[in-house]
């Protein structure tokens, strides 16, 4: 299975709750495919699912999780998940949603897109304010001339819209209902909702609206210039 979402949004703690659960394994971010998720979105779908699958049956094989369902949570899959799940025609995803405002807070706290950020993660994809893959090539230029604000806008709403994008086989989850949740992931898992119930009681956030307190009246504006339509449309108002 995969769980997916932006960055920040509870896809590391979520994927952890589901391996945790007997017969699954949380495989983490799978490095070798993250890599590639930027080729991958430009193939055909038919081709990135060939290559996804030889991806991750590899891992499978390497970290001995044949006999068991793995659960992959790279938050880029989001980008071909069409592709992920054709791959696996009985796997189902997971899309954890977080309120845009706070997975703002959280990556301007890692400075992931920030100006004057350099490096890279363990993919090797680089930090900054350098156009991504997931920005369209006639707005590569607006994306690095915004403030760090709204770069973090921009990759949640492209993150968000990718996912929701995938109707079928994909169970959409709020980031600050997670710990009630279990029933209705379990149904989608085909799985008894009690020992993800356990895993997922541990979860306990009192970052939620932290954006209240850490955006000034600025950084708010370029949220809401740039995600303010898809955060109404996913029920986040103040």
């Known amino acids: 299975m995969f769980v997916v979402g932006s960055p920040r949004s509870g896809t590391t703690f979520l994927a952890g ?19 590639e998720i930027p080729l991958l979105a430009t193939l055909a779908e038919d081709e990135a699912a060939n290559r996804i699958r030889n991806i991750l049956d590899r891992v499978r094989t390497l970290t001995l999780t044949r006999g068991v369902r793995a659960v992959e949570q790279t938050p880029e899959t989001a980008f071909v998940l ?4 054709r791959a696996y025609p ?14 703002v807070c959280s990556l301007l706290e890692r400075g992931w897109l920030s100006a004057g950020r350099t490096g890279g993660d363990d993919a090797r994809l680089p930090y900054g304010t350098d156009a991504r ?76 609206g932290r954006y209240r307190r850490d955006l000034t009246p600025a950084q ?14 996913l029920g986040f108002r103040d």
């Open 133 to 208: 893959f997931w920005v369209a090539p006639g707005d590569r230029d607006a994306f690095q001339a915004s403030s760090d604000a709204a770069r973090a806008a921009w990759a949640w709403r492209s993150y968000v819209t990718a996912a929701r994008s995938v109707g079928e086989r994909v169970v959409q989850v709020r980031y600050d209902s997670l710990a009630s949740s279990a029933p209705q992931i379990a149904a989608a898992l085909g799985v008894a909702a009690a020992p993800l119930e356990a895993s997922l009681n541990r979860f306990h956030d009192r970052s939620i």
């Open 17 to 35: 709750a589901i391996g945790a659960v007997p017969g699954f394994a949380d495989l983490t971010e799978v490095t070798p495919l993250k890599a």
């Open 82 to 85: 069409r592709a992920a799940l």
């Open 220 to 233: 708010l504006a370029d949220v809401e210039r740039v995600a303010g339509p898809l955060l109404r449309d």
């Open 90 to 103: 009985e796997a189902q995803a997971v899309h954890v949603v977080r309120d845009g405002r706070d997975v």
